[in-house]
């Protein structure tokens, strides 16, 4: 027999062929005469139908029991399906207690259920859709930057560098006897890198170009919906920028792209969030995609949310950081789609961001993209490329003999140049409507919780 995946079979290819599939048993029903099973093997949201004389049935042979089948792939009488699977023989290569097994036949779980499973939830179809859709999107992000002469970098994950410099880094150090004498072995602190945008700055310095996708850890102590301990960041640094608006540019593309690369092909997977697990979600995202995104200040901002009647928790005065609530407000205020805010107060914003040098506001070239649901999806901001504003400000820090390589990068051929972070987990959030963050990512990590 020829061995077929699922989506496969499913496609129609080999008809009539003798074949095999290998996967999971999403249902079993038994009649008189008949054993009819759906065997699942991830390659797609449907499983393949098996019809087989009940010589084959077994009573192994229950939900989430693993199963290899071989037999005559048939055109299906049914309207529902385009093709069954004729069974001549049925393997079960693993058995499943249906009593313990968490999940029960015919039955939709909910996200948060599920979420008590991180070992097992990829056998229901929510959770193995999600992961088809984050790969697809991934691929769709590598390709943006691909299409757009963007050169991918591994920036490091152990950093002596707080990007950021916003106390949230885990430090790094070996256990085990023989580092038992508390030596360090890097010689210095280190640390799980919080962004990677210090290392891509090195590289943009000489490629124009560059982005990176990849893990970034912080300690964040709060058990938020959009926080997590360990997330994926796409990261991109442009050099000979202009103004923002060669960063808002990128964002709003690379945003529409990739949704509209997912919307395309990852159809049922979607449609199953949008019909099921989040109902009623699909109308933000064709709103998000239909319009341009608003570009507002954050002195804008900052009126807008005093005019409002909204009773907010925290403080909407100018120079206060804009809070989740202050955020969502925003959004619904543009029409619940992404909107720009820029130009923050300087000192809300790490030393590397661009002094605006306006008055009496003093702001710096800074840009977050705001999302509906969720609140903040991108940062991002002009670099200060000018020598001496960046080492007066790093000196006031205290930070100019950590950062004298970054100091240099100012020194030898320094140009204009800018770049943005995209939490990935948000934008997943964003696209299907989730509203926790630990549904969106296979192990999430945050405190209090590091499963498996
Ligand atoms: O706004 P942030 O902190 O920006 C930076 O780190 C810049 N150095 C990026 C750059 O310019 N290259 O983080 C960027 C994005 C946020 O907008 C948010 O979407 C996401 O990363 N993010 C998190 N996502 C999940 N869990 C967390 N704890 C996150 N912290 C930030
Ligand atoms: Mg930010």
Redesign the pocket.
Known sequence: PTKLRVSQALSGAELGSNIKVQGWVRSVRAQKANVFLHVNDGSSLQSLQVIASSELNDPLLTFGSAVEVTGILKKSPHQKQPVELDAKQINVVGECNPVDFPFKIKERHGLEYIRQFPHLRCRTNAFSSLLRIRSEATAAIHSYFKDNGFVEINTPIITSND??G?GELFQVEPSGPDHADGENFFSVPAYLT????LH?EVVSGAFSKAYTFGP?F?A?NSQSR????E?Y?V???ISFTQSLEDLTKVMEDMFRFATEHVLAHCVEDVDLFHKHVTPGHRDTVDAMLKNSFPVITYREAIDILRRSSERFAFPTDWGCDLKTEHEKYLVKHCGNIPVFVTDYPYDLK?FYARDNQDHPERTAAAV??LVPGVG??????LREERLNLLSARLEEAGLEDVYSWYLDLRRFGSVPHG?????F??YLQCILGVDN?KDVIPFPRFSHSCLL
Do not use: K, N, W, Y
């Open positions: 990007c950021e916003a919080v962004s990677g945008q891509l970034t912080r964040e959009r926080h997590l301990a997330f960041m990261e991109a640094e790490p977050d993209l903040e999806l991108c940062g991002g901001s770049g943005f972070g995209l939490g987990e948000r963050i």
